[in-house]
């Protein structure tokens, strides 16, 4: 199973570091990642793989969310079926 995750707000030292760090721990492995920075935000999506994850879902999605507001960030987790049924043409 796979998953998207988007990471956005203010461009700071170590977001990259801090998002990858809370992955790794919870054994989620990063398939793919794009970041930019726009007008001064910070924008990154990544897909990842959930196989090997040791947590739930929603864990992960609170853990994600918690570290991401602790740096000033906005973080969204989808599951890869929901995201690509949401941006299906």
Same mark, same amino acid.
């Given at each position: 199973?796979?998953?998207?995750?988007? #990471?956005?707000?203010?461009?700071?030292?170590?977001?990259?570091? *801090?998002?990858?760090?809370? +992955?790794?721990?919870? =054994?989620?492995n !990063?398939?793919?990642?794009?970041?930019?920075?726009?007008?001064?935000?910070?924008?990154?999506?990544?897909? #990842?793989e959930?196989?090997?994850?040791?947590?739930?879902?929603? *864990?992960?999605?609170?853990? +994600?969310?918690?570290? =991401?507001?602790k !740096?000033?960030?906005?973080?969204?987790?989808?599951?890869?079926?929901?995201?690509?049924?949401?941006?299906?043409?």
């Amino acid at each position: 199973m796979k998953a998207v995750i988007t #990471v956005i707000g203010n461009d700071k030292t170590g977001i990259i570091a *801090e998002m990858s760090s809370v +992955l790794a721990k919870n =054994g989620v492995n !990063i398939l793919d990642l794009n970041q930019t920075i726009l007008q001064g935000y910070f924008t990154m999506i990544m897909v #990842v793989e959930l196989e090997k994850m040791d947590i739930g879902f929603m *864990e992960l999605k609170d853990k +994600l969310q918690i570290s =991401g507001k602790k !740096i000033g960030m906005s973080v969204k987790i989808q599951h890869e079926d929901i995201f690509n049924s949401m941006h299906k043409i």
